[in-house]
């Protein structure tokens, strides 16, 4: 109705929906439940709907419009996460209730869907996945990708809004703007200038090199804890005819979960992109542990060379007024200084956190559990891989500071770990 109902060249408003079960059935198993539902066959009945519905993946929705290879684009896509340890990795979901024939379905899984180019381009498909999670957590308005687009470049512009030419960084902003949001920013492709550049002191560069080779893997442990999607850019790169390395398309994608290894580092990363797919998966391509270079969907198929991120977008409560550019260096500071010991820094709301604190074992349980606290905490935690959590030190995320709250909580009476090797 925003865009194509306007064409001269028709287009159906109706779409297809498929959906699919990890069990097979026929049509006249289907028919039969929905037939005898109170009769003297209810039991059959119920057997078949408990298998059915334990066993529902999700569905695609097919869009009566046809992409550059004329293939119809897939719509609003719900399909459930993957199977994966849940001990090692996790996923930004949500739970969606879907309703077959009256058969009440559920999916928990982050939505998808692909762009169509006319009203919007991979970073508008991004910013829809991404708002579908944050309407649940901040109670932002469910928009449409038309609209979407609609809101983020509502001032002028040098290209035409519509058909849309793709959003620009600051479009991208301007839509959490738009919705009542605010945003942290990491430019990634700026901190690597400071190292090419050499402008910079000795210090700057080593300190930037350090903070370079944990960045991504930190802010992803640190935002998905809170099941905040990241809108992350990349930039993919091609050979050319001389053999060297041509800058391509800016792409835009959601990071949506990460798995970890027996280290407690991360091994994966799963993406929603909207050319490649839900929880797409991303390996480390850096030569360090940076995940800064991307194996991935793009490169896995040739049809680029490199995939190199750029910047990461993070989309905040106005409430979160504690900048990640200025708690992150707490944590570098405590690795710094604790080398035998690993941290980790995350974000969590304070009815999250309380329910973890009370499978742990730590001194004046009781009162700490009891405790007022902001709505929103950090979390730097420390641990080793053979006695797991030793000690949390929790800090305001309401406050424009970094301000710690109370004393650090000690585990299992390891304080003797915390003296400095």
């Not at 699919?20 to 439940?33: R, V």
């Not at 035998?340 to 700490?368: A, G, H, P, V």
């Not at 500071?401 to 009476?413: A, C, L, M, R, Y």
């Amino acid at each position: 109705s925003k865009f194509f109902a306007r064409s001269y060249k028709h287009v159906s408003r109706r779409v297809k929906r498929i959906h699919f079960f990890a069990t097979e059935f026929t049509q006249e198993n289907l028919e039969y439940a929905l037939n005898h539902q109170n009769d003297e066959h209810a039991e059959r009945h119920e057997i078949f709907m408990s298998c059915i519905t334990s066993k529902y993946i999700g569905f695609i929705i097919l869009k009566p419009l046809l992409d550059d290879s004329n293939q119809k684009l897939l719509g609003r896509t719900l399909l459930k996460c993957p199977d994966i340890d849940t001990e090692t990795t996790q996923f930004i979901h949500k739970d969606n209730k879907v309703n077959l024939f009256g058969i009440c379905l559920q999916v928990d899984t982050l939505p998808f869907q692909m762009q169509d180019t006319a009203v919007g381009g991979c970073a508008t498909s991004a910013l829809w996945s991404a708002n579908s999670k944050l309407s649940e957590l901040f109670g932002t308005p469910n928009l449409s990708p038309f609209e979407i687009t609609e809101a983020a470049v509502n001032h002028v512009e040098h290209n035409r809004n519509f058909p849309s030419q793709g959003l620009t960084i600051e479009q991208m902003l301007n839509f959490l703007r738009y919705i009542k949001l605010d945003y942290d920013i990491l430019d990634v492709r700026k901190l690597r200038s400071i190292i090419e550049k050499k402008e910079f002191s000795s210090e700057v560069i080593n300190d930037t090199q350090q903070n370079l080779k944990c960045l991504i893997p930190d802010t992803i442990k640190a935002f998905i804890n809170a099941e905040i999607p990241l809108i992350c850019g990349i930039r993919l790169y091609k050979f050319d005819e001389s053999n060297s390395l041509a800058e391509k398309p800016f792409h835009a994608v959601i990071i949506s979960g990460y798995k970890e290894d027996i280290t407690g580092n991360i091994s994966e990363i799963y993406i929603h992109d909207d050319q490649k797919g839900p929880y797409s998966i991303v390996t480390n391509a850096s030569a360090d542990d940076s995940f800064l270079e991307w194996n991935c969907k793009w490169t896995e198929d040739n049809e680029y060379d490199k995939a190199e991120v750029e910047i990461l977008i993070i989309p905040t409560y106005p409430k979160m007024r504690t900048i990640y550019n200025k708690i992150y260096p707490s944590l570098m500071e405590e690795r710094a200084k604790y080398s035998n010991l690993y941290f980790e820094l995350k974000l969590y709301s304070i009815q999250k956190y309380k329910t973890d604190l009370l499978t742990m074992q730590f001194d004046d349980k009781i009162n700490i559990l009891k405790r007022s606290l902001p709505r929103f905490v950090w979390v730097l935690s420390s641990y080793n891989l053979f006695n797991g959590s030793i000690s949390d030190k929790v800090y305001d995320a309401t406050s424009h500071n970094v301000e710690p709250i109370g004393k650090t909580i000690i585990f299992n009476d390891y304080s003797n770990c915390l003296n400095p090797p």
